[in-house]
């Protein structure tokens, strides 16, 4: 099962806006109108975005997910897309902060792949 696939059927007022894009309500604020950016990237990756700044880690706690759920398949492959800088950039925050690797990812996610 692909992370869209996950992900989608837990949203309110989807629409399709193309290939790979959606709208919906976002579930981490009370939206009234559709604020709630959803793409998929080729390799699987979802990537979300709130108008009102919801973070996307806050979107998928409303709807009982966590972060690695925007992406498929093992760390491994869910790390590969953020290059080496990335890669360098959890190692480095794993040793300061003794974080775990999900909050790695998020960290990436936020610096990295955002606009
Ligand atoms: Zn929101």
């Known amino acids: 099962m ?6 989608l059927p837990q949203l309110r007022g989807l629409k399709s806006r193309g290939a790979g894009r959606w709208m919906a309500h976002c ?13 998929e ?10 108008f009102a700044d919801c ?8 709807i009982g997910l966590s972060m690695s759920d925007l992406y498929e398949g093992p760390i491994a492959h ?9 890669r360098r950039l959890i190692k480095e925050t794993l040793k300061k ?7 790695a990812i998020f960290r990436c996610y936020d610096t990295c792949i955002t606009p």
């Open 2 to 7: 692909g992370a869209v696939d996950k992900i």
């Open 27 to 39: 579930p981490a604020h009370d939206d009234k109108t559709p604020s709630l950016s959803i793409a």
């Open 55 to 62: 973070s996307a880690a806050e979107i998928m706690d409303s």
């Open 41 to 50: 990237g080729a390799d699987g990756r979802i990537l979300l975005r709130c």
């Open 97 to 103: 902060s003794g974080l775990k690797l999900d909050n």
């Open 78 to 86: 869910q790390l590969r897309p953020i290059g080496k800088a990335g």
